[in-house]
Nanobody
Framework: QVQLVESGGGSVQSGGSLRLSCAAS????????MGWFRQAPGNEREGVAV???????AYADSMKGRFTISRDNDKNTMYLQMNNLKPEDTAIYYC?????????????????WGQGTQVTVSS
C-alpha cells in the first residue's frame, strides 16, 4: 500500500521560512519522480516543484529562488525548504509521486498523493 505523509506545515509571518517533509512507503522510492503541489481555497491545484530520482529538479516560476526541493533516497523522504514566504503562498501543500523521470509540474501526471499539510503565511 502506497503511503505519502507530509509534515512540517504551520503558520508563519511574511518573510519567514518553513521546511516540509514527505515520507514515502510502499513504492520503490528511487524509481519515482516526486513533487510538491499546492492548492489555495477557490484555486486549482498547482505544481510547486518536482524532483527526479537523480536529483534533477524543476520549479514553478513564482517559486524559483525562494523554494528548494530535495530528496534522500536512503530515507525515502522528500523535502521542500521554503524561504521568504509570502501571504500568497498560503495553501494546502501536497506531496505526490509518479513512475518515471520526466520533470512534470502538471498534477494530473501523478499517481499517488498525500493528505496535505496546511501552510499559512500572515502579513
Amino acid at each position: 500500500q502506497v503511503q505519502l505523509v507530509e509534515s512540517g506545515g504551520g503558520s508563519v509571518q511574511s518573510g519567514g521560512s518553513l521546511r516540509l517533509s514527505c515520507a514515502a512507503s510502499g513504492i520503490t522510492y528511487s524509481t519515482y519522480c516526486m513533487g510538491w503541489f499546492r492548492q489555495a481555497p477557490g484555486n486549482e491545484r498547482e505544481g510547486v516543484a518536482v524532483i527526479a530520482s537523480d536529483g534533477g529538479a524543476a520549479y514553478a516560476d513564482s517559486m524559483k529562488g525562494r523554494f528548494t526541493i530535495s530528496r534522500d533516497n536512503d530515507k525515502n523522504t522528500m523535502y521542500l525548504q521554503m524561504n521568504n514566504l509570502k501571504p500568497e503562498d498560503t495553501a494546502i501543500y501536497y506531496c505526490a509521486a509518479r513512475v518515471g523521470s520526466w520533470l512534470l509540474l502538471q498534477p494530473t501526471a501523478y499517481n499517488y498523493w498525500g493528505q496535505g499539510t496546511q501552510v499559512t503565511v500572515s502579513s
